[in-house]
């Protein structure tokens, strides 16, 4: 990620008196300057915590991309469009969230927003085309409190902070600024470092990724369930009544809400967003939808009309498939028009697709995985947008390998790369979840970082980041390494020791009384393995042969200690029986005895359904162990689990196949990659696809046709088994060379754009 620096003393500024620590606070600033339309005018903007840009009374950006410890995120935005001629207004909103939660209230910021300065300050960096500075620190900004939001402690997702409770008759309407009581802003720290080199308070970097897409609003006026009760596009409720209103947006989105009205004055309006309808027990989902005495749960904003008309929208995005306005009036009837939301996500470009479908399954739950991707992209990766948008070691790995198959994005995995770098902590370990103010550390989710540099070198060819992060894997491995006890094995990692939501493992770790574990050493074992394919691509021979021996010591004592001759499989638990399938897949994928012993390993938990089952996130390693085993086809039956999400009507991909909380969560968008990858069979065949492989291997399919992306283009393929012949036909969008292989192992090749080629053989 590249530092900002400017050649002005600028200055972060804030409003004079701050609140007591813990409180959200919501502060504008304002600057009038003069100009021409058109011209061009680029600043530099970043705010604690995050701020709304507009111009001239229009909304124009939103930001900062959220950052870290030790890193504050400037976005760069030219202003040109929203100029006039003569006077001109920057209005920027700024919503300062706490770092810490308010112990009495226990009322705060969302977890992923850290706020180094503890209160709402500004720093903009710009000067216009006649030389008017607005830099801040150098320019006159006025600053405005506005206190009409209460936040309330969201008890359902407390990782979101708070939810608003906002008096109208206080808010700020952007149009009638001019008439606020403004003062001047004071200066509270400086944006670049000291010219002895002390560091800033908040290091400035610049944005890395590109703005989030804001879409064109939409109107939620679909009933829930009853019948239409807008007229016109508007309904209007009598004094004195409680109404509820329940619309359904089809599917679930991340969006900003708006809610337009008029009178009212003494009522109140929740905006209550939901997943899902609940069983009539309140704690279990089924099909997701209304009727037979389900009902919605979740958190809500509220408002309070003053009467006359007005508008409302929560300063940060919500999640939601249906809302509820829960509607109270007071002595004034209130008239609302029905809500509109505009999605927001991070801007991905789609390129990989199913083109015809004779499962019947595939295209639908392609459309629900890429909108369950979609949904958990913004700033970061997130594990789920609805309870917490955390970005977790684990998941984002899988997201990024989806973001890679469905369209070739590599931004959003560049700047993650650096995120859980910036986390490590001394004794080597990485953080698991980042950016966030609650510290936390899962050891095996370190693992997985080593897993995305590998991923993103085979995706890049960028060796240039393999470089640049050896250091911190090393240190990883230096974590594991130092707690090797007295058999040779890691054990008591200490923190979180999960390793996926298994039912029968407390809190998702596996219970081993103090002594290694399996699945933990195989995991260990297969990192070193890759970390081994590093050294080698960066010209570290030797770094490469120490890694390889610890693999191999690992899998040995591993071995020894976990493998059960009488069941064929390896324990998790070294003096218990006591057996699940990571244990077997972590040993398979590190290359654990031969392959004929790692094949009948699979072949037996193939036919073992006693074992505690992998989760949707471990779903992926279940793939390649069976793949790389030369059992793919017995992935076919694994699919039930995600047939079953397009029974239960969602729209998005749950957190795992039985859970009752998350409905979205994109570590279960498995379809994503096996699509592309193995059921057209499209993937790198050298580094940063220099080379393509095309060799499908989900033959139990019958016939697939669709459009695999590559980084400079696409590949469509179509391929069918009828009775005894294969037949695969590929049309290319790509400069590299490009190979077919048939399950007989022969062979064709072809390179070169609009190029087609096809192959068949005998089975």
Not at 5 to 22: F, H, V, Y
Not at 104 to 114: A, I, L, R, T
Not at 296 to 306: K, M, W
Not at 459 to 469: H, I, M, P, S, V
Request: aromatic fraction near 12%; glycine fraction near 8%; proline fraction near 5%.
């Amino acid at each position: 990620m590249r530092e900002f620096r400017t050649a002005m003393p600028a200055k972060w500024i804030t409003i004079e008196d701050t609140p007591e620590l813990g409180r959200v606070d919501t502060v504008w600033f304002r600057r009038v300057f003069s100009c021409e339309a058109g011209e061009e005018l680029e600043i530099r903007i970043s705010a604690c915590s995050r701020y709304k840009l507009y111009v001239n009374g229009t909304f124009a950006a939103y930001g900062p991309c959220k950052g870290g410890e030790g890193y504050q995120y400037f976005d760069c935005w030219n202003l040109a469009e929203f100029l006039v001629s003569g006077r001109n207004e920057l209005l920027v909103e700024v919503v300062s969230f706490p770092d810490v939660v308010n112990p009495m209230e226990q009322v705060g910021g969302p977890d992923w927003s850290v706020n180094l300065l503890r209160c709402a300050a500004l720093a903009v960096v710009g000067t216009s085309a006649a030389g008017e500075e607005l830099t801040t620190g150098l320019s006159d900004w006025q600053c405005h409190r506005c206190a009409a939001m209460t936040p309330v402690r969201n008890r359902t997702a407390f990782w979101l902070g708070y939810m608003e409770r906002v008096d109208l008759a206080g808010s700020v309407q952007v149009s009638q600024a001019a008439s606020l009581e403004w003062r001047g802003a004071k200066a509270c720290a400086s944006v670049n470092p000291g010219a002895y080199g002390e560091l800033s308070r908040l290091p400035a970097y610049e944005r890395p990724i590109p703005p989030l897409e804001l879409g064109e609003r939409k109107t939620l006026s679909k009933p829930a369930q009853g019948t239409e009760i807008w007229e016109n596009g508007r309904v209007t409720i009598a004094p004195r009544q409680r109404v509820d209103i329940e619309l359904d947006a089809g599917a679930e989105e991340t969006a900003f809400v708006f809610l337009r009205g008029h009178g009212g004055r003494g009522a109140s309006v929740r905006i209550r967003y939901a997943e899902a309808y609940f069983e009539p027990d309140g704690k279990h989902k089924d099909n997701r939808l209304p009727g037979d005495g389900r009902a919605l749960q979740g958190y809500a904003d509220e408002i309070f009309p003053a009467g006359g008309e007005f508008e409302y929208a929560p300063f940060w995005f919500r999640t939601f498939r249906f809302v509820r306005l829960e509607i109270e009036t007071g002595q004034e009837e209130l008239t609302l028009f029905a809500p509109q939301y505009s999605a927001t996500h991070y801007p991905l470009r789609p390129v990989s697709q199913v083109r015809r479908d004779a499962s019947g399954w595939i295209a639908p739950l392609w459309d629900v995985s890429l909108r369950t991707l979609r949904c958990c992209m913004h700033e970061t990766f997130e594990d789920c947008p609805y309870y917490e948008q955390m970005q977790y070691t684990m998941d984002t790995r899988l997201q990024m390998l989806f973001a890679y198959r469905v369209a070739a994005d590599t931004g959003l995995a560049r700047r993650t790369l650096f995120d859980f770098h910036a986390s490590q902590l001394p004794s080597g370990i990485l953080q698991s979840r980042c950016p966030s103010n609650s510290k936390q550390v899962i050891p095996a989710f370190a693992l997985h970082w080593i897993f995305m540099l590998r991923d993103f070198y085979e995706q890049t060819g960028d060796a240039a980041q393999l470089r640049r992060y050896f250091g911190t894997m090393d240190s990883v491995l230096g974590y594991f390494r130092d707690h090797r006890g007295a058999h040779g094995l890691v054990e008591n990692l200490g923190y979180w020791e999960f390793m996926d939501w298994v039912a029968q493992w407390e809190r998702g770790a596996p219970q081993t009384d103090g002594l290694p574990e399996g699945s933990h050493n195989f995991l260990y074992a297969y990192a070193l393995g890759v970390a081994a394919e590093i050294a080698r691509i960066l010209g570290f021979a030797g770094v490469a042969s120490e890694y390889e021996a610890e693999k191999a010591e690992i899998l040995r004592l591993a071995h020894e200690a976990f493998f059960d001759a009488a069941r064929g499989l390896y324990r998790y638990h070294p003096a218990k029986a006591e057996f699940c399938q990571h244990t077997q897949v972590w040993a398979v994928l590190a290359g654990v005895r031969d392959a004929a012993f790692r094949r009948q390993l699979m072949e037996t938990v193939d036919a073992d359904d006693s074992l505690l089952p992998c989760s949707f996130p471990m779903q992926y390693y279940l793939f390649r162990a069976y793949e790389a085993t030369g059992l793919y086809a017995r992935t076919e039956r694994l699919w039930a689990l995600w047939k079953r999400v397009l029974e239960q009507n969602l729209t998005t991909v749950p957190e795992n196949p039985t859970d009752t909380r998350s409905d979205c969560h994109a570590w279960g968008a498995l379809l994503l990659y096996e699509y592309p990858a193995r059921m057209l069979g499209v993937r790198p065949a050298a580094p940063g696809w220099k080379e393509i492989l095309v060799k499908p291997a989900a033959l139990f399919l019958g016939q697939a046709e669709g459009r695999a992306c590559v980084p400079d283009g696409y590949i469509d393929v179509k391929w069918a088994l009828r009775e005894d012949t294969f037949r695969l036909e590929c049309e290319l969008q790509t400069d590299s060379a490009v190979r077919l292989e048939l399950p007989d192992g022969s062979s064709a090749q072809e390179q070169g754009r609009g190029k087609r080629v096809a192959a068949e053989c005998r089975l």
